[in-house]
């Protein structure tokens, strides 16, 4: 199955991509990730993305949809795919149709986690990240055993430059007006699914599995 998720920074698209991810036995590609990689290695990729990213804004289309395109091509990908924060803009989505078309193949649903703006602030904030593995936490709604240190490798725990509150709000103007629109974009296509993203990790999950229960899959 090829699934995009949609929905704001901090709805909750990496978290359920995780539980998903060993459910359905497809990973999760996140186009956040992605940056962030190529960010620490200081390529130059990453570095002309960090200038964006620390200001929370969107990274060119050209170059996210370079990295995703050469992420979908390796072997992990063949049966499908979910994919977490790509596409963000219509460029995008159109650039991903593209290049499935170009192999036979089409998204098979869209879901879209639906949360209002005061309720992510209130999320982003608490949020930290492993600097090792980049696993994520919430303060008070997932937070590690032991504080500042991830349960899964040890590493230390963050807050991301771009998780701070200013920043956050900067992310939701600009997921308002160049996102919002492929819910459109989608509900044409009638790939789209509108869940409720607010409740707890496993309600929400819940919610996810039942939209996805019965999605046709194209080749
Ligand atoms: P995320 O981890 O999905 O919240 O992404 C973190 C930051 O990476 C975003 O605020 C953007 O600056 C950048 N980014 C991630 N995915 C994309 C994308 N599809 N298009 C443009 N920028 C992106």
């Known amino acids: 199955m090829r699934l995009v998720l949609?929905?704001?920074?901090?709805?909750?698209?990496?978290?359920?991509?995780k539980m998903?991810?060993?459910?359905?036995?497809?990973?999760q590609i996140?186009?956040?990730?992605?940056?962030?990689?190529?960010?620490?290695?200081?390529?130059?990729?990453?570095?002309?993305a960090r200038r964006y990213m620390d200001k929370g804004a969107l990274v060119p289309d050209?170059?996210?949809?370079?990295?995703?395109?050469?992420?979908?091509?390796?072997a992990d990908a063949v049966n499908g795919y979910i994919l977490d924060g790509f596409p963000r803009t219509h460029k995008q989505a159109e650039a991903l149709?593209?290049?499935?078309?170009?192999?036979?193949?089409a998204i098979d649903v869209v879901a879209a986690l639906i949360v209002p703006n005061d309720e992510i602030v209130k999320r982003i904030s608490g949020r930290r990240t492993c600097r090792n593995c980049g696993a994520t936490y919430h303060l008070i709604f997932d937070p590690?055993?032991?504080?500042?240190v991830c349960d899964k490798c040890n590493g230390e725990l963050y807050q991301r430059e771009d998780d701070a509150e200013d920043t956050v709000r900067m992310r939701l103007q600009t997921y308002d007006t160049q996102t919002k629109p492929l819910l459109e974009?989608?509900?044409?296509a009638g790939l789209l699914r509108?869940?409720?993203?607010?409740?707890?990790?496993?309600?929400?999950?819940?919610?996810l599995k039942t939209a996805l229960a019965g999605v046709a899959q194209r080749a």
Not at 97 to 105: F, K, V, Y
């Open 185 to 188: 974009y989608y509900e044409q």
């Open 97 to 105: 149709r593209q290049m499935l078309a170009g192999h036979g193949q």
């Open 194 to 207: 509108r869940i409720d993203g607010v409740g707890s990790l496993e309600t929400v999950h819940q919610r």
């Open 30 to 48: 996140a186009s956040g990730d992605l940056l962030r990689t190529a960010v620490r290695a200081k390529t130059p990729l990453g570095v002309e």
């Open 62 to 74: 050209e170059l996210v949809i370079k990295l995703v395109e050469q992420r979908l091509q390796q």
């Open 6 to 17: 949609l929905g704001p920074p901090g709805a909750g698209k990496g978290t359920q991509a």
């Open 144 to 148: 590690p055993r032991n504080m500042n």
């Open 20 to 27: 998903l991810e060993g459910e359905l036995g497809l990973p």
